[in-house]
């Protein structure tokens, strides 16, 4: 379930209500009560007017079209200029009251994957406290399929990742699945949307879902959540740059 209010931006928003889960705050706890959401950036004007990399804004929204949480980029300006989409990054993820749920910390990697230096990650936080880590696996080859762990805060992988070998498509969604540690068992999907050739070529706005299963930990779900974001930076702001 969820309430409805108004933003500090004005739009209307979903109020997580959930039942309480111990340890988590309430903002976190929403997770619970969900198996998919939608993730939509938002087109910056003044980044297609001027060329330079503003910070990213995203609205994330549940099924119904509500939307739950905000997530902000706060990144520096040359890094944005110079590093592209290999930035350092924080990403805030905001409820509709303007209250931080967790955050998302990037540090700066080159993407050469056959470079242990270079392999990407991200760390997702809440009050402090690590509830999971997303880092890149290493490969023998530089052109074998990205995976990504999905890791608790201990570091122990609970769900596999795996890129497409071509994670670019016209006309058609491009699927990231998860699996089971084994990687025998497949337990959801990110999913970059298609969203149409004239958004698709003139602007990085990029629209995403991830689902899962409805009685996974919130904190893995949150875990995916950074997975969606370091994604959208690895392959989709790298192609909208370059176009």
């Known amino acids: ?81 110079c590093c592209g989409p290999s930035r350092p990054f924080l990403m805030h993820i905001n409820d509709g009251s303007g209250a931080e749920v967790f955050t998302l910390r990037r540090p700066l990697k080159c993407m050469w994957t056959c470079c242990y230096c270079c392999l990407q990650e991200i760390t997702v936080e809440a009050s402090g406290i690590m509830l999971g880590i997303v880092r890149q696996r290493h490969t023998a080859f530089p052109f074998s399929p990205l995976k990504l762990e999905i890791c608790d805060p201990q570091g122990q992988v609970q769900l596999v990742l795996k890129a497409p070998c071509c994670p670019c498509a016209c006309c058609a969604d491009v699927p990231f699945p998860y699996f089971s540690v084994d990687e ?9 949307q298609w969203t149409g050739c004239a958004r698709e070529t003139f602007t990085d706005a990029d629209n995403f879902s991830v689902t899962f299963p409805m009685d996974m930990d919130p904190r893995t779900k949150a875990t995916l959540i950074g997975a969606l974001f370091l994604i959208d930076y690895m392959f989709f702001e790298y192609n909208q740059n370059n176009s």
């Open 1 to 81: 379930m969820a309430s409805q209010q108004k933003s500090p931006a004005g739009q209307t928003v979903a109020v997580p209500v959930a039942p309480p889960v111990d340890g988590l705050q309430a903002g976190l706890q929403y997770l619970s009560v969900v198996d998919q959401l939608l993730v939509h950036q938002q087109i910056e004007c003044a980044e297609l007017l001027s060329g330079c990399e503003f910070q990213n804004k995203y609205l994330m929204k549940n099924t119904m079209g509500q939307v739950v949480y905000y997530a902000t980029e706060d990144s520096e300006f040359c890094d944005r200029q």
């Open 184 to 192: 025998t068992v497949q337990v959801g999907d990110i999913r970059k």
